[in-house]
């Protein structure tokens, strides 16, 4: 899918039925939230003129235009879900007010459980309802019962585009707005803008109420210099997506969806280029999302630090989607005690948060056993440490350049393997496992595997420049026409090598 090409996509989803004229004619010019098609371009360019065109000093009115456009953004694929994000955020408006307004302890708490419970029982019916329905059939069958399959159907119910972040958002704030780290926002519109903003609505990164609605506040200038950085931004994350992430599907789909027919060096290629898909796809959206706030004067986290040249599981968290680790952390591992306590209340609590990790981004047991898959290589890094420390001769070795060059092997491979888990279907991880580690026949790629490798280096290569801090001494120096040259030339390759038929993002089902 390219930026040339109409909107379309390749998952299956609901079909837009809507007894509204108005909202059938907005989803056909904007059927689903991509940001690098045709269709939101042309919606950005105009939401952008009209925003800057509004005098500075109407403030106010400018922040209502990105709510307004924020809603049609969301409604173009599901009105209805639009209006219950919509009405969800203005009930957490009213119990932030409520909390802020009260000493009661136990009102603000009683206030707290019933934000969150709203929140979390949303996501749990949209999300979860499914997968529980579905393990209730199969317990039932398997008990030798007959249930009637129309009366636990799930398919009636469809998952709105990134209700875990929002979902998230939404709790951040009301427990932060308890513990009285922040005070309780008084503007609607800020707060509807909080949760509704469109560039980071349906994939994040994942935004704190603090930092984002300090800056509805401050004065937004037309300004060059953040202008081009958004620009730059966006046409980076353009190219991982369509150059990187959409080619990489190419190798590992096929292999994803019927591993017993492909033999084991096919498999091993997939998981490899599944790794950097995925890799590309996420950080991919993350740039542009990042870009396009900038062009409307807000600025979001930086939700991706080249995690692939971590040198442990630890770091990998630090660098890999790191608006969710950070939230994991400060609302699940520290409540829980942190790293206070005994070795193995520590060890606990890593499990525990990283399988609430796993839960989060389905409701599947392969993301499950993803989850616990990285708190055990979390729990089994401490270990590791602890036994380094007793030998300084071990941290020595591991500290030199080819030691820490096999850190970083060992880590990209235990968190490529951990990405076989990321799946619903567990049966297929399963199945992928057996044939990378049982050397068996099969079919090869039909792919060229010299494209795989070609990519592996460059994706690699440049994140060793940005890493060694040779792009910061190279990049200020580089004069203005060789940089819109270069970036001139990343949107074409990226328009070139694009697939026909492009893939969603991944991370727009979470």
């Not at 888990?421 to 057996?434: D, G, H, N, R, V």
Request: glycine share 8%.
């Amino acid at each position: 899918m390219s930026l040339l090409a109409s909107t379309t996509h390749t998952t299956a989803e609901p079909v837009y039925q809507s007894g509204f004229a108005y909202f059938r004619w907005l989803h056909d010019l904007l059927p689903a939230p991509f940001f690098h098609t045709q269709a939101f371009l042309a919606f950005f360019a105009l939401v952008l003129l009209v925003y800057w065109s509004i005098p500075r000093r109407f403030a106010m009115t400018r922040i209502w235009l990105l709510v307004v456009a924020s809603f049609h953004f969301y409604a173009a694929w599901s009105y209805e879900l639009a209006f219950l994000v919509t009405g969800t955020t203005f009930a957490d408006y009213l119990f932030g007010r409520m909390m802020g307004s009260s000493e009661r302890p136990r009102f603000r708490k009683l206030i707290l459980y019933t934000s969150v419970g709203m929140n979390l029982g949303i996501l749990c019916y949209f999300k979860y309802r499914g997968f529980f329905l579905n393990e209730l059939f199969d317990g039932m069958v398997k008990l030798g019962m007959e249930p009637g399959y129309e009366k636990l159907n799930p398919l009636a119910i469809f998952i709105p585009f990134g209700i875990s972040f929002y979902t998230f958002e939404a709790i951040s704030y009301a427990v932060d707005v308890y513990k009285r780290k922040i005070q309780p926002e008084k503007s609607l519109p800020r707060f509807l803008l909080f949760i509704l903003f469109f560039p980071h609505l349906v994939a994040g990164p994942i935004v704190r109420a603090g930092d984002f609605l300090t800056q509805t506040r401050r004065p937004k200038r037309w300004n060059w210099v953040r202008v081009q950085v958004g620009v730059q931004l966006f046409l980076v994350g353009a190219f991982k997506k369509m150059a990187i992430a959409d080619r990489m599907a190419m190798f590992c789909d096929p292999v994803f969806k019927d591993p017993e027919a492909y033999n084991s060096v096919a498999v091993w290629f997939a998981v490899l280029a599944y790794a950097i898909r995925i890799y590309c796809d996420f950080s991919g959206y993350s740039d542009m999302a990042v870009g396009a706030a900038h062009l409307l004067g807000y600025k979001l986290i930086n939700n991706f630090n080249m995690p692939y040249l971590a040198t442990n599981v630890s770091d990998f968290w630090r660098r890999w989607h790191i608006s969710l680790s950070s939230w994991l952390r400060d609302y699940v591992f520290i409540p829980l005690g942190g790293s206070r306590g005994s070795r193995w209340l520590n060890y606990r609590n890593l499990l525990i948060t990283m399988t609430v990790g796993g839960l989060w981004h389905g409701a599947a047991w392969g993301y499950l056993l993803w989850g616990f898959a990285h708190g055990a290589m979390l729990v089994g890094h401490k270990q590791f440490k602890d036994f380094c420390d007793d030998r300084p001769r071990l941290t020595a070795f591991l500290e030199t350049a080819f030691g820490t060059g096999l850190r970083i092997f060992f880590t990209f491979l235990c968190v490529s393997l951990c990405w076989v888990l990321f799946q619903p279907e567990l049966s297929k991880a399963f199945a992928i496992f057996e044939k990378l580690f049982h050397i068996q026949r099969g079919l090869k790629l039909d792919m060229n595997n010299r494209s795989l490798w070609y990519t592996v280096v460059f994706l690699f290569a440049c994140q060793w420049l940005v890493r060694s801090g040779l792009w910061a001494k190279i990049y200020p120096r580089l004069p203005a026409p060789v940089l819109g040259g270069g970036y001139a030339i990343c949107l074409c390759t990226a328009l070139v090598l694009a697939p026909d038929n492009g893939t969603t993002f991944i991370y727009f089902q979470f």
